[in-house]
């Protein structure tokens, strides 16, 4: 419930400051901005939960949880540069067997500003990189009927772990609004696009499930930052 708020609320933010970013539309503008952010990753996991389904395990319900932060600063007439990384999480719980999903992405941002004003720059680019999946198996193990464990003996669950490494290419859309002459907020769409990946498995069965999701995501983040017209000075801190 609280993903698909963040996920409608984020989107309609977009909407609304695209639209008055390019009410006035001046793309030469050098902008920075960086921080914390939160979000959700529609990430597209149905051969995961076909996966957790064969092996007696609930499936992954909704969005994962989305975890990040990122810089950029413009460095020429409406291109910047900066990088950009987050992670996301989910997990599922059935009887004694739990499942745990997480995955990690960041890299080198190029972003290019197609529109704003003083206060709002609406941007379009890319982020390049990689990261890493890995799924977690967990069931707990049975103890026996009419068996006494030894005091100090402590049952271990049994695990299984898969892990995968990918290259990613998301491109994205976002809008930067600046509140403040230094603080503001920032709203991006985008899609992360796993096209290489290598998956294996760390203490499990053969045949490892893919694990480098692809899907859209949306990301809300503070913005400590300034948008200035090319040729003139930043407002003072």
Known sequence: MLRNAMRWAAMGLMIVAAGAASWAAEPHHAFGGGGPSIGTFMAEIEGINAF??????????????????????????GVTFGGAGW???????????HAEFGVGLGGFDLGLAI?????????????????????????????????????????????????????????????????????????????AWTPLELNFRDDGPLNPP?????????RLSIAFGAITPLGEERPPL
């Open 210 to 218: 893919r694990l480098s999701p692809s899907g859209f995501y949306v």
């Open 52 to 77: 957790l389904v064969g092996a007696g395990f609930a499936p992954f319900d909704g969005d994962l949880l989305l975890l990040g932060g990122g810089g950029r600063g413009g460095v020429a007439p």
């Open 87 to 97: 992670g996301a999480w989910s997990e599922s719980h059935v009887g004694d067997r």
């Open 115 to 191: 529109g704003g004003s003083d206060r709002a720059v609406l941007a379009v680019g890319v982020l390049l990189g990689g990261g890493a999946a890995e799924l977690i198996l967990t069931e707990d193990s049975p103890i026996p009927i009419n068996e006494v464990l030894p005091r100090g003996i402590v049952v271990e669950p049994e695990r299984e772990a898969y892990d995968s490494a990918f290259i990613l290419v998301a491109p994205y859309v976002d809008v930067q609004i600046q509140i403040l002459d230094w603080v503001g907020f920032a709203v991006r769409a985008g899609y």
